[in-house]
Protein backbone atom coordinates (compact mmCIF):
# COMPACT_ATOMS: atom_id res chain seq x y z
CA UNK A 1 0.00 0.00 0.00
CA UNK A 2 1.73 3.22 -1.43
CA UNK A 3 0.10 5.50 1.65
CA UNK A 4 2.04 3.25 4.18
CA UNK A 5 5.47 3.30 2.46
CA UNK A 6 4.93 6.81 2.33
CA UNK A 7 4.17 7.08 6.13
CA UNK A 8 7.01 4.90 6.55
CA UNK A 9 9.53 6.96 5.19
CA UNK A 10 7.78 9.70 6.58
CA UNK A 11 8.09 8.68 10.18
CA UNK A 12 11.02 6.63 10.05
CA UNK A 13 14.15 8.48 12.14
CA UNK A 14 16.67 7.39 10.06
CA UNK A 15 19.77 8.96 10.83
CA UNK A 16 23.35 7.61 10.12
CA UNK A 17 25.21 10.06 12.93
CA UNK A 18 24.74 8.31 16.16
CA UNK A 19 25.70 11.61 17.72
CA UNK A 20 22.59 12.98 16.60
CA UNK A 21 20.14 10.22 18.00
CA UNK A 22 17.31 10.57 20.81
CA UNK A 23 18.25 9.50 24.52
CA UNK A 24 14.89 9.72 25.54
CA UNK A 25 14.45 7.16 28.21
CA UNK A 26 12.40 4.04 26.64
CA UNK A 27 11.51 3.05 29.73
CA UNK A 28 9.44 5.94 31.14
CA UNK A 29 7.36 5.92 27.60
CA UNK A 30 6.91 2.24 28.17
CA UNK A 31 5.39 2.70 31.76
CA UNK A 32 3.12 5.58 30.28
CA UNK A 33 1.47 2.96 27.70
CA UNK A 34 1.71 0.17 30.55
CA UNK A 35 -0.39 2.58 32.82
CA UNK A 36 -2.88 3.40 30.17
CA UNK A 37 -3.25 -0.20 29.73
CA UNK A 38 -3.71 -0.63 33.29
CA UNK A 39 -6.02 2.50 34.58
CA UNK A 40 -8.24 2.68 31.03
CA UNK A 41 -8.43 -0.96 30.06
CA UNK A 42 -7.05 -0.11 26.59
CA UNK A 43 -4.34 -1.78 24.12
CA UNK A 44 -1.60 0.93 24.61
CA UNK A 45 0.73 0.46 21.22
CA UNK A 46 4.21 3.06 21.65
CA UNK A 47 6.06 2.98 18.34
CA UNK A 48 9.72 3.85 18.32
CA UNK A 49 10.50 5.62 15.50
CA UNK A 50 14.37 5.83 15.74
CA UNK A 51 14.59 2.15 16.50
CA UNK A 52 11.16 0.95 14.11
CA UNK A 53 9.82 -1.20 16.64
CA UNK A 54 6.33 -1.29 18.89
CA UNK A 55 6.20 -2.43 22.33
CA UNK A 56 1.91 -3.44 22.64
CA UNK A 57 -0.09 -3.62 25.87
CA UNK A 58 -3.09 -5.08 26.04
CA UNK A 59 -5.30 -5.25 28.63
CA UNK A 60 -9.39 -7.34 28.46
CA UNK A 61 -10.28 -5.21 26.10
CA UNK A 62 -7.31 -7.41 23.51
CA UNK A 63 -10.09 -10.26 24.23
CA UNK A 64 -13.25 -8.36 23.56
CA UNK A 65 -11.76 -7.57 19.88
CA UNK A 66 -10.65 -11.09 18.91
CA UNK A 67 -6.83 -10.47 19.85
CA UNK A 68 -4.36 -12.39 21.44
CA UNK A 69 -3.37 -11.41 25.17
CA UNK A 70 0.20 -12.81 25.50
CA UNK A 71 2.76 -11.40 27.45
CA UNK A 72 3.22 -7.33 28.40
CA UNK A 73 4.69 -5.74 26.24
CA UNK A 74 4.48 -7.88 23.10
CA UNK A 75 8.11 -6.43 20.95
CA UNK A 76 7.14 -5.72 17.22
CA UNK A 77 9.53 -5.22 14.59
CA UNK A 78 8.23 -2.36 13.22
CA UNK A 79 5.99 0.93 13.59
CA UNK A 80 2.84 -0.33 12.52
CA UNK A 81 0.31 -2.77 14.93
CA UNK A 82 -0.12 -5.34 12.50
CA UNK A 83 -2.26 -7.68 14.32
CA UNK A 84 -4.70 -5.09 15.26
CA UNK A 85 -4.67 -3.51 11.81
CA UNK A 86 -5.68 -6.20 10.10
CA UNK A 87 -9.27 -6.23 12.19
CA UNK A 88 -10.09 -2.76 11.22
CA UNK A 89 -12.64 -1.61 8.46
CA UNK A 90 -10.71 -1.78 5.15
CA UNK A 91 -12.25 1.76 4.40
CA UNK A 92 -11.58 2.82 7.82
CA UNK A 93 -7.92 1.29 7.66
CA UNK A 94 -6.78 3.91 4.66
CA UNK A 95 -8.46 6.84 6.22
CA UNK A 96 -6.54 6.03 9.23
CA UNK A 97 -3.30 5.85 7.65
CA UNK A 98 -4.27 9.63 5.51
CA UNK A 99 -5.55 11.09 9.01
CA UNK A 100 -2.16 9.89 10.79
CA UNK A 101 0.37 11.57 7.53
CA UNK A 102 -2.01 14.69 8.15
CA UNK A 103 -1.29 14.91 11.88
CA UNK A 104 1.95 14.62 11.05
CA UNK A 105 1.95 17.59 8.82
CA UNK A 106 0.53 19.83 11.17
CA UNK A 107 2.60 18.69 13.93
CA UNK A 108 5.76 19.39 11.93
CA UNK A 109 4.24 22.81 10.79
CA UNK A 110 4.61 24.12 14.32
CA UNK A 111 6.54 25.42 16.72
CA UNK A 112 8.21 22.16 19.34
CA UNK A 113 6.25 24.09 22.26
CA UNK A 114 2.82 23.82 21.18
CA UNK A 115 3.36 20.21 19.60
CA UNK A 116 1.85 18.41 23.17
CA UNK A 117 -1.33 20.24 22.80
CA UNK A 118 -2.65 18.28 20.15
CA UNK A 119 -4.14 14.40 19.48
CA UNK A 120 -5.72 12.24 17.31
CA UNK A 121 -8.80 11.38 18.26
CA UNK A 122 -10.97 8.81 16.00
CA UNK A 123 -13.98 6.57 15.78
CA UNK A 124 -13.33 3.52 13.70
CA UNK A 125 -14.58 0.00 13.31
CA UNK A 126 -12.65 -2.81 14.29
CA UNK A 127 -13.56 -6.58 14.52
CA UNK A 128 -14.42 -8.19 17.50
CA UNK A 129 -14.03 -11.95 19.18
CA UNK A 130 -17.40 -12.59 17.26
CA UNK A 131 -16.00 -10.96 13.12
CA UNK A 132 -18.60 -8.31 13.74
CA UNK A 133 -17.89 -4.44 13.75
CA UNK A 134 -17.87 -2.55 16.48
CA UNK A 135 -16.49 1.16 17.14
CA UNK A 136 -13.47 1.70 18.61
CA UNK A 137 -11.78 4.50 20.36
CA UNK A 138 -8.58 5.41 19.06
CA UNK A 139 -6.17 8.16 20.51
CA UNK A 140 -2.63 8.64 19.13
CA UNK A 141 -0.20 11.59 20.83
CA UNK A 142 3.14 12.21 19.39
CA UNK A 143 6.61 12.52 21.76
CA UNK A 144 8.93 14.80 19.56
CA UNK A 145 12.84 14.45 20.53
CA UNK A 146 14.27 17.27 22.66
CA UNK A 147 17.78 16.29 21.25
CA UNK A 148 17.26 16.58 17.80
CA UNK A 149 13.78 17.79 17.69
CA UNK A 150 12.71 14.84 15.42
CA UNK A 151 9.72 12.81 16.57
CA UNK A 152 10.58 10.06 18.51
CA UNK A 153 7.32 8.23 19.86
CA UNK A 154 3.81 7.18 18.76
CA UNK A 155 1.25 6.24 21.46
CA UNK A 156 -1.96 4.61 20.16
CA UNK A 157 -5.20 3.73 22.58
CA UNK A 158 -7.53 1.47 21.72
CA UNK A 159 -10.74 1.32 23.71
CA UNK A 160 -14.49 -0.09 22.60
CA UNK A 161 -16.32 2.93 22.32
CA UNK A 162 -19.34 3.50 24.42
CA UNK A 163 -22.02 4.46 21.66
CA UNK A 164 -22.17 1.56 19.58
CA UNK A 165 -25.52 3.11 17.09
CA UNK A 166 -25.30 1.96 13.72
CA UNK A 167 -26.62 5.59 12.98
CA UNK A 168 -23.02 6.72 13.75
CA UNK A 169 -20.19 6.81 10.68
CA UNK A 170 -16.70 6.33 11.55
CA UNK A 171 -14.63 9.79 12.57
CA UNK A 172 -11.49 11.22 11.96
CA UNK A 173 -10.57 14.41 14.28
CA UNK A 174 -7.29 16.13 15.38
CA UNK A 175 -7.72 18.09 18.66
CA UNK A 176 -6.31 20.71 20.66
CA UNK A 177 -6.92 18.64 23.76
CA UNK A 178 -6.20 22.33 25.96
CA UNK A 179 -9.08 24.22 24.92
CA UNK A 180 -11.20 21.61 23.38
CA UNK A 181 -11.26 22.77 19.79
CA UNK A 182 -11.86 20.24 16.62
CA UNK A 183 -8.25 21.53 14.59
CA UNK A 184 -9.06 19.48 11.75
CA UNK A 185 -11.95 16.81 10.77
CA UNK A 186 -12.02 14.37 7.44
CA UNK A 187 -12.47 15.97 4.67
CA UNK A 188 -13.37 13.33 2.00
CA UNK A 189 -15.57 11.54 3.25
CA UNK A 190 -15.61 8.59 1.02
CA UNK A 191 -19.07 7.18 1.44
CA UNK A 192 -21.47 10.31 0.63
CA UNK A 193 -19.40 11.19 -2.38
CA UNK A 194 -18.64 8.13 -4.30
CA UNK A 195 -20.18 5.12 -5.07
CA UNK A 196 -19.01 1.27 -3.74
CA UNK A 197 -17.84 0.49 -6.95
CA UNK A 198 -15.60 3.70 -6.77
CA UNK A 199 -14.45 3.64 -3.37
CA UNK A 200 -13.36 -0.19 -4.52
CA UNK A 201 -11.39 1.44 -7.35
CA UNK A 202 -10.05 3.87 -5.11
CA UNK A 203 -8.70 2.12 -2.71
CA UNK A 204 -7.10 -0.23 -5.29
CA UNK A 205 -5.27 3.19 -6.76
CA UNK A 206 -4.05 4.10 -3.61
CA UNK A 207 -2.57 0.49 -2.95
CA UNK A 208 -0.64 1.04 -6.16
CA UNK A 209 -2.12 -1.02 -8.70
CA UNK A 210 -2.89 -0.46 -12.09
CA UNK A 211 -6.10 -0.03 -13.79
CA UNK A 212 -5.48 -3.53 -15.76
CA UNK A 213 -4.86 -5.17 -12.16
CA UNK A 214 -7.61 -3.27 -10.85
CA UNK A 215 -9.63 -4.52 -14.00
CA UNK A 216 -8.69 -7.60 -13.26
CA UNK A 217 -9.74 -8.18 -9.33
CA UNK A 218 -12.77 -6.73 -10.55
CA UNK A 219 -13.12 -8.58 -13.32
CA UNK A 220 -14.34 -5.27 -15.30
CA UNK A 221 -13.17 -4.30 -18.18
CA UNK A 222 -10.45 -1.18 -18.20
CA UNK A 223 -12.50 1.15 -20.01
CA UNK A 224 -14.70 0.85 -17.52
CA UNK A 225 -12.05 1.25 -14.41
CA UNK A 226 -10.99 4.60 -16.48
CA UNK A 227 -14.20 5.68 -16.42
CA UNK A 228 -14.87 5.31 -12.91
CA UNK A 229 -11.23 6.95 -11.97
CA UNK A 230 -12.79 10.17 -14.34
CA UNK A 231 -15.76 10.22 -12.43
CA UNK A 232 -13.56 9.58 -9.41
CA UNK A 233 -11.41 12.89 -10.18
CA UNK A 234 -14.66 15.11 -11.17
CA UNK A 235 -16.67 14.11 -8.15
CA UNK A 236 -13.44 15.20 -5.70
CA UNK A 237 -12.57 17.84 -7.75
CA UNK A 238 -8.46 16.87 -8.34
CA UNK A 239 -6.19 16.36 -11.31
CA UNK A 240 -5.23 13.09 -10.33
CA UNK A 241 -6.16 10.12 -8.25
CA UNK A 242 -3.56 10.49 -6.06
CA UNK A 243 -4.05 13.64 -5.42
CA UNK A 244 -7.45 12.56 -3.94
CA UNK A 245 -5.46 11.03 -1.27
CA UNK A 246 -2.91 14.55 -1.02
CA UNK A 247 -6.03 17.01 -0.89
CA UNK A 248 -6.48 15.63 2.44
CA UNK A 249 -3.19 16.14 3.60
CA UNK A 250 -3.93 19.90 4.19
Not at 26 to 51: C, F, G, H, P, R
Not at 84 to 111: A, G, N, V, W
Request: net charge positive.
Amino acid sequence: MKIVQTLNETLLNKDPNKNNECRLDIDVYKNIAYTYTQMENTISVLSDMQANKSYVYKSNTALELGLSKGKDPMIVNSIWEEEILKRIHPDDKLKKYIHELRFFKLMDSLQPRDRTNYTVLSRIRVKDKNDEYRFVKHRMFYVYSPYNGKLRFALCLYSIAIDQSVLLSSDFLIVNSVNGEVVVEDKLNYKNILSQRELEILKFVGEGFTSKEIANFLFISVNTVSRHRQNILEKLKVKNSIKAFNESFH
